[in-house]
């Protein structure tokens, strides 16, 4: 069963879980802001999107991913596998930063709670 946002409506905890698709299940989901520092410039937070993450178990590729939603065009617009060596960071309860080929990610989440 998914996980739904506390943020957001069941209307719209249900459309994410019907972008998602049958094969994966939202372990977790949030509101969130996604950033991304570039090898290029590390100092500087670009953002990518504001949409709904969701810490997906996905059956088809057994796996686990974080797969962002952007709710204005219905669609996954990030998907990120994640591996045992990715280094998570936890910087505050509301941003959380990990390090993907070269560049720095990281996530705003709108509620800490989630």
């Given at each position: 069963m998914d996980k739904p946002s506390s943020t957001i409506s069941p209307d719209e905890n249900r459309r994410v879980f019907e972008i998602l698709g049958r094969n994966r299940q939202s372990v977790s989901t949030a509101v969130v802001k996604l950033f991304e520092a570039t090898d290029s410039s590390p100092r500087s937070w670009k953002l990518v999107v504001t949409g709904v993450a969701c810490f997906v178990r996905d059956s088809a590729r057994?796996?686990?991913?974080?797969?962002v939603v952007d709710m204005d065009n219905d669609q996954i617009v990030w998907d990120q596998a994640l591996h045992p060596r990715l280094d998570y960071n936890a910087s505050c309860y509301w941003f959380h930063t990990f390090e993907i080929d070269n560049d720095m990610i990281g996530i705003s989440f709108a509620a800490y709670q989630e």
């Open positions: 057994r796996g686990f991913y974080i797969q």
